[in-house]
């Protein structure tokens, strides 16, 4: 198995028990089935959405950070460009 591989499969491990931690959490265990309480469910759904993301989410300060670094670009399409480049972005409700 190539190292490439090998860091997948590892990561992908690693994710499986974080969502079983996490489902362990949430779930309510009874004989022979499990569920998830409904006023639980949109706290689960955000937990799992945050562990599935790709670098997490950048803070107030990495923001202003990267937006004085791109001021200078000459054009909006640019600085855009860039943004995609180093961020992954997500449109709320």
Not at 9 to 26: C, F, G, V
Request: aromatic content about 10%.
């Amino acid at each position: 198995m190539g190292q490439n591989e090998e860091h997948d499969a590892n990561r992908k491990e690693s994710l499986e028990k974080t969502i079983a931690k996490i489902l362990h959490r949430y779930c309510n265990f009874g004989w022979a089935n499990y569920y998830i309480p409904g006023e639980k469910f949109p706290s689960l759904i955000e937990e799992l959405v945050e562990v599935m993301s790709p670098g997490g989410q950048a803070g107030h300060e990495e923001l202003v950070q990267f937006f004085l670094s791109v001021q200078r670009l000459p054009s909006v399409q640019e600085r855009v460009a860039k943004l995609e480049d180093q961020f992954s972005i997500y449109k709320r409700g």
